[in-house]
């Protein structure tokens, strides 16, 4: 018995300048309820950049808020203050000197992060690596599969004991939650394995992510997270022991091992209905003559 993969890859990484970093903060869905169970409406609470940087807060909430430098027990400090970020909007502020900025959310007193800004600071900057992902196989007799995809650390420096977790859902259930732990030197990709026992058939979404936002100083945890979708169908012909199991672009549907004709877009229709349109005009002027 064998499995048969289908993958499509959903992840984008996101331009950084090779001598100022934009660090990204979100304002995470869910205020209303304190955010449980992150530690923070802000993620990452913590963020830490060098001196000349800059931070971007995205709202992705469904309600307004700020991103104020200060406490809510003890009011503003005035350093910095975005107004008003409205659903869907984003502030940016720019970090010129060292120190350490607490900051709340003045529409709602339970929001709070922290903004650690060094001189020549050293940071590890983790990035899922696009279309790396592979799905093994992972012996002849059962329907495990092995799945493994590189992550790499831009940063100068190390990543240590970096925890990443793989979850694996469909539209109403859970199916995989597991952990490893890596490190990741810097400059340096690894490739980071889960193996999945006994896999169904069926279409599922694969949601990587690695927690290095505070504990390695990856000034982009949006970078950490990434996200695939694969199909697994149950084949008519056996794989050899160990064969990589065929990985297919999403405009293809493989069954049976035979891939179907890519999907067309409607300008390839309309290049479709002149190209008969011309054969049948050419046919009637043969016969004319």
């Known amino acids: 018995m064998c499995i048969v993969v289908i993958a499509t890859i959903c992840y984008s990484v996101s331009s950084q300048s090779a001598h100022a970093y934009n660090a990204q903060v979100t304002i995470v869905n869910g205020t209303a309820n304190h955010c449980r169970p992150n530690l923070s409406c802000y993620s990452p609470f913590q963020v830490n950049v060098s001196v000349g940087d800059t931070i971007t807060w995205v709202n992705q909430d469904n309600r307004t808020h700020t991103v ?16 008003v970020i409205k659903p869907g909007q984003s502030f940016t502020q720019f ?12 529409t709602d007193m339970w929001p709070s992060g922290l903004v650690v800004v060094s001189k020549g600071f050293s940071h590890a900057e983790l990035s899922w690596v ?37 979850k694996i859902t469909n539209q109403t259930s859970l199916f995989y939650n597991n952990l490893v ?40 945890a949006n970078d950490d997270r990434s996200s695939d979708l694969i199909s ?30 890519p999907e067309f877009g409607d300008a390839s229709y309309l290049a479709l209905l002149i190209s008969i349109v011309s054969v049948l005009a050419l046919s009637k002027s043969s016969l004319k003559l």
């Open 181 to 220: 732990k890596l490190d990741v030197p810097a400059k340096q990709s690894v490739p980071v394995t889960f193996v999945w026992g006994n896999a169904p058939s069926g279409q599922y979404q694969l949601y990587f992510d690695a927690n290095s936002a505070n504990n390695a100083g990856d000034m982009n």
């Open 232 to 261: 697994i169908l149950p084949p008519s012909t056996p794989i050899a022991n160990k064969e990589p199991i065929p990985i297919v672009h999403q405009n293809f549907t493989l069954s049976d091992n035979t891939a179907s004709v």
């Open 95 to 106: 970090f010129g000197s060292a120190g350490k900025y607490n900051y709340y959310d003045k």
């Open 68 to 83: 104020t430098t200060g406490t809510s027990n003890y009011g503003p400090q005035g350093i910095f203050d975005s107004g």
């Open 130 to 166: 696009p279309d790396s992902l592979k799905v093994e196989k992972q012996n002849y007799t059962s329907n495990g599969i092995v799945i493994t995809k590189q992550i790499q650390n831009t940063g100068n420096a190390d990543a240590d004991s970096i925890i990443f977790t793989l």
